[in-house]
Structure formats: structure tokens, C-alpha cells
């Protein structure tokens, strides 16, 4: 009864503000990780960084990610979602504002894996979040809609950079990081504990509350529960990563780490490393920040297509397209010759490849049910950022090599084009259903 309710309500104000809430979590992620991609050709400078110094950098805090990811999505489903995402976003606006206290390569590397832990926990446990509150026909659209606001981190990153960093210097940037901290009070007033995570763990009363509370801000005529009904519980699994390698969930869940490792790979690799690279070309570092912004700027139109698509074409389709056109896009990005072609492939490649990063958020959550569903996104993200620990590195080691270019962003093209092919045909269509059909399928399977 109480999730029949919750299908029911009518997209109204508490659904954008959870969107809003939620998403700009996503912003100030973002705008950290963009932050640092920004100020490492100023610091390799200033510090005498070699390569493979840079790409420890930028690698630090993927493995902060990974562990992030992975303990956050199974604390999540012990402990709920709401208290895990503050503490999150507390512990990367806290070190992210020691990076700017760094004195020396060591204690940067050291406060950029806090900043990773942080950062990985928060976006898994977001995704779930909002999958949870958002109507099955328009869920697919928010949660690409959440991602969007990815795009706009790097947007006010590549701001941050072009206006602060040139006049006042590195450490400014991320004291401007610590900010978010400041969030947390806003999380704590205007977002609630997700009615399905509270259902699971035999919570109706609070549940019930919240959804007399949410009829009545939506403006529903409600009636009171009927105390002696039973709802329906979801089914139980262990809380560990070897039930997601059961047989009921292998398939998806193969389909999706691989998804996961290449994308973060390619992202990483390509973008950590994207201001370095164009400024590498010739330009200025004024010049690159203004190249870079104009490229992120590409990445919102593509949350757009591909939220405006992914209920109509679906998921799988969604996903395994925008992948295989980032992987043509960063091929031509790395044969780039000119300015002009530079600006035009850089575009096109953050177009698809953000597009495709809003898709795997909204479709990652789906394909488990509520009792392991943080676990599930949580585990997959987590194997995915061993790719974005790996690219950055390997980057700086094969530049050191003495690698072009245009090898480099062959591997990355080569890689996007695998992993569209791997979702295409390992990959299952969750477009419009309800969690709870989702819930329900896992049932009849397991009993």
C-alpha cells in the first residue's frame, strides 16, 4: 500500500528539490574532480612533477573512489541512505580544503585519497536515492538529470580556474572546495530517508509518515493506513559482494562492472588529463582553460539528449550508442591538428561520453532489487575506478615512453567501442518498469 501510494504521487516540488538536493551533491563532486585536473599543469610546473608524479595524482583518488564506492553502497544497505550521503560529502569538503594546506607531493597525494573515499561513496548512494523517489515513467529522465549536474561542476571548475587560479593561485581553488561542507544542513532539512530502504528493514511507521507528509506537500487527499495491513516485503539476500555473482545476477552484473571499468578508464584517462593535453598543443594556460570550458560546456546538451531519449529508446540503446560515438569522437580528438578541430572533437567526445555517464547512473541501480541495491551500484562503480586509477597513470607512463597522442587516444577509442558492444548484447531493458516489478521478478526467481 505505502509504495502503491508512492507510485501515485504526482511529480510536484518535493521531486525537483530532491533532484536539485541530490544533484548538487553531484555538482561539488564534480567540481573537485575538475578542479584538480585544473591546477596539475600549474602544479607540475610550480613542483617539478615528472609524468608519472601527475598521474599518481590524478590516480590517488580513484582508489579513494573505489574503496569509497564499494563501503558506502553496502553501508547504505545497512544503515540507510540519507545518513551515509552526508557523512560523504562532509569528509570530501573537509579534505579537499587540506589540499590546499599541502606542503609537499606526499601529504597532497595523501589528502587527494580522502577526497576520492568521499567523492566515490556519494554518487552511487545519490543515484539510489533518487531512483528510489523517482516515478517508474519519468525515472530514467531524473536520474540523467541528476548526472547533468556533473556537467556543471566542471563548468564552475573551468570558471574557478580561468578567473582564480591565474590571479590568486592554486590553494584558493580548493579552499572554494571546502565549501560544500556547508550542504550537509540542507541535506539534513530537505531530503528523507528512502521509503523503499525503510520498508526493507521493516520501518512502516516511519515510512507510512513520510508519505502522509509528502501527499500533503503534493496536495493528495489522503487517508490514514490501515494499521493491520501487511506490506509486502522485498526479498532478502546477503549483503556481500558474492550475491551479486549468483546465478540471478551474474549476467548483469559482469555486463555492468565491465561497463563501469571502461568508461571510468576512458573518462579519466582522457579528461584528468585534457587540460594538460591541450596546453601540451601550444597554448597558454589561459588559453587552455578557455578551450577546456568551451568543451564542457558541450557536456550539458549531451545530459539532455540522453535523458530525453532513455525512456523512449531505452537504456541499453541509450548507452551502447553514446559509448560508441565517444569512442569515434575521442579518436579524432587525439588526431586533432588545430585549434578548430581540437575545439570540435573535444566537444562531440564530452557530448557523448557525459551523456553516456548519465545513462549507466540511471540504469546501474535498476538492475538490482531494494535489499542490494546500493550494494550492487556500489560494487560496480567501485571495480570501475580501478579503470580510472589505472588510465591516468598510464598516461604519464606512456608519455614518458615517448607515446603519441594519437596511440594514446586510439586505446581509449578502442575501449569505448568494446564496452558499447558489451552492453548491447549482455545488457536487459529496464525502461518504465517500477521498482517494485523489479523487486517482484527477483522474487519468483529466488523462491
Request: with cysteine; net charge neutral.
Amino acid at each position: 500500500m505505502v509504495l502503491e501510494r508512492l507510485e501515485k504521487l504526482p511529480v510536484g516540488s518535493f521531486h525537483y528539490k530532491l533532484l536539485v538536493v541530490t544533484g548538487l551533491g553531484w555538482l561539488f563532486d564534480s567540481m573537485d574532480t575538475g578542479l584538480i585536473s585544473f591546477v596539475l599543469p600549474v602544479l607540475a610546473k610550480e613542483w617539478a612533477l615528472t609524468p608519472e608524479q601527475v598521474g599518481w595524482i590524478g590516480s590517488i583518488g580513484l582508489i579513494g573512489m573505489a574503496l569509497g564506492a564499494v563501503l558506502a553502497g553496502t553501508v547504505a544497505d545497512k544503515f540507510g541512505r540519507k545518513n551515509v550521503f552526508a557523512a560523504t560529502v562532509i569528509l570530501y569538503s573537509v579534505s579537499t580544503g587540506l589540499c590546499a594546506l599541502a606542503w609537499s607531493y606526499e601529504s597532497l597525494l595523501t589528502f587527494r585519497f580522502l577526497v576520492g573515499f568521499g567523492l566515490g561513496g556519494e554518487l552511487p548512494v545519490a543515484a539510489t536515492l533518487m531512483s528510489e523517489y523517482a516515478p517508474s515513467h519519468l525515472r530514467g529522465r531524473f536520474i540523467v538529470l541528476l548526472e547533468s549536474f556533473w556537467g556543471l561542476g566542471w563548468l564552475v571548475a573551468a570558471l574557478i580556474s580561468y578567473f582564480v587560479i591565474p590571479a590568486f593561485g592554486w590553494h584558493v581553488a580548493f579552499i572554494i572546495g571546502a565549501l560544500p561542507a556547508l550542504y550537509v544542513f540542507l541535506i539534513r532539512l530537505h531530503m528523507p530517508e528512502s521509503i523503499r530502504y525503510l520498508l526493507s528493514k521493516g520501518r512502516v511507521d516511519e515510512a507510512r509518515e513520510i508519505i502522509l507528509s509528502l501527499e500533503k506537500k503534493l496536495g493528495v487527499t489522503s487517508a490514514p493506513f490501515d494499521k493491520d495491513f501487511v506490506e509486502e516485503s522485498t526479498p532478502i539476500f546477503k549483503l556481500n559482494v558474492w550475491t551479486l555473482w549468483t546465478k540471478t545476477f551474474r549476467v548483469r552484473t559482469l555486463m555492468l562492472w565491465l561497463a563501469w571499468f571502461g568508461i571510468v578508464f576512458s573518462y579519466y584517462g582522457i579528461f584528468m588529463w585534457l587540460p594538460s593535453i591541450v596546453f601540451a598543443q601550444g597554448f597558454e594556460v589561459v588559453k587552455t582553460f578557455e578551450y577546456v570550458l568551451i568543451m564542457t560546456l558541450a557536456q550539458l546538451p549531451g545530459y539532455f539528449a540522453a535523458a530525453w531519449l532513455v525512456d523512449i529508446i531505452g537504456r541499453r540503446y541509450t548507452l551502447s550508442s553514446f559509448l560508441l560515438m565517444s569512442g569515434i569522437c575521442a579518436y579524432f580528438f587525439g588526431n586533432a591538428q588545430t585549434a578548430d578541430s581540437i575545439l570540435m572533437w573535444g566537444a562531440a567526445m564530452s557530448f557523448f561520453n557525459l551523456g553516456a555517464w548519465g545513462v549507466i547512473y540511471t540504469y546501474t541501480p535498476e538492475l538490482y532489487p531494494t535489499a542490494i541495491r546500493a550494494l550492487g551500484s556500489g560494487w560496480a562503480a567501485g571495480f570501475g575506478r580501478i579503470g580510472g586509477m589505472l588510465a591516468p597513470m598510464l598516461v604519464g607512463v606512456l608519455l614518458t615512453g615517448g607515446a603519441h597522442m594519437d596511440s594514446i587516444f586510439l586505446m581509449f577509442a578502442s575501449v569505448f567501442v568494446i564496452i558499447s558492444g558489451v552492453v548491447l548484447s549482455l545488457g536487459i531493458e529496464s525502461k518504465k518498469k517500477s521498482l517494485e516489478e523489479i523487486d517482484a521478478s527477483f522474487k519468483v526467481r529466488t523462491s
